[in-house]
T-cell receptor, first 119, second 110 residues
Framework: GAVVSQHPSWVICKSGTSVKIECRSL??????MFWYRQFPKQSLMLMAT?????????EQGVEKDKFLINHASLTLSTLTVTSAHPEDSSFYIC???????????????FGDGTRLSIL | GQQVMQIPQYQHVQEGEDFTTYCNSS?????IQWYKQRPGGHPVFLIQ?????EVKKQKRLTFQFGEAKKNSSLHITATQTTDVGTYFCAGGSGYSTLTFGKGTMLLVSP
């Protein structure tokens, strides 16, 4: 159980393109999903917390207009990297917490991640 | 803000040797979680510790949570090549988010 599907797994596109990444909880509902960014051999850096039915909470230094987050249902959150540039190339990973599990005292279930390469 | 420090950053051992990674938080934690990320993969939840002084075991893996709930360790006995990956600790403070340590990359040579 607790499967999170992330799509696409790999994106290569030209500079200036907007890229949408989907994160779905397949067998549970999630009021909260998290978006992380990971550079090679680095840790997971939380970008934003996606809340179903309300605005996302962004971490300091993360541009809201650059990284658009939509959490329209209890099973789907999307991250759109707008007008992507080479410096946005990274590994983006989402995670979700089961609605029944409440707060941070429960594990996060991670998607497989999306490798984004901007040429 | 809360910071979680993890050492060492990297360790290379021979198969059969033991391995330990340590995690320290700048603030008292409500819980600590451990994740393993294989090369090219995504983090996979291993375990959660909640109680002060708690010790949990999963086969060759032993997890400890400090008495002050500010530090934790993961010890692997007799490593195997399948243990290769990066081990992350993540501290929870009672809010919804976790703060991840930088991770310890483990390489095991046969």
């Amino acid at each position: 159980g607790a499967v999170v599907s992330q799509h696409p797994s790999w994106v290569i596109c030209k500079s200036g393109t907007s890229v949408k990444i989907e994160c779905r909880s397949l067998d549970f509902q999630a009021t909260t999903m998290f978006w992380y960014r990971q550079f090679p051999k680095q840790s997971l850096m939380l970008m934003a917390t996606s809340n179903e039915g309300s605005k996302a909470t962004y971490e300091q230094g993360v541009e809201k207009d650059k990284f658009l987050i939509n959490h329209a249902s209890l099973t789907l959150s999307t991250l759109t990297v707008t007008s992507a540039h080479p410096e946005d190339s990274s590994f983006y990973i989402c995670s979700a917490r089961d609605i029944l599990e409440g707060n941070s005292n429960q594990p996060q279930h991670f998607g497989d991640g999306t490798r984004l390469s901007i040429l | 803000g809360q910071q979680v420090m993890q050492i060492p950053q990297y360790q290379h051992v021979q198969e059969g040797e033991d391995f330990t990674t340590y995690c320290n938080s700048s603030t008292t934690l409500s819980n600590i979680q451990w994740y393993k990320q294989r090369p090219g993969g995504h983090p996979v939840f291993l375990i959660q510790l909640v109680k002060s002084g708690e010790v949990k075991k999963q086969k060759r893996l032993t997890f400890q949570f400090g008495e002050a709930k500010k530090n934790s360790s993961l010890h692997i006995t007799a490593t195997q090549t399948t243990d290769v990956g990066t081990y992350f600790c993540a501290g929870g403070s009672g809010y919804s988010t976790l703060t991840f340590g930088k991770g310890t990359m483990l390489l095991v040579s046969p």
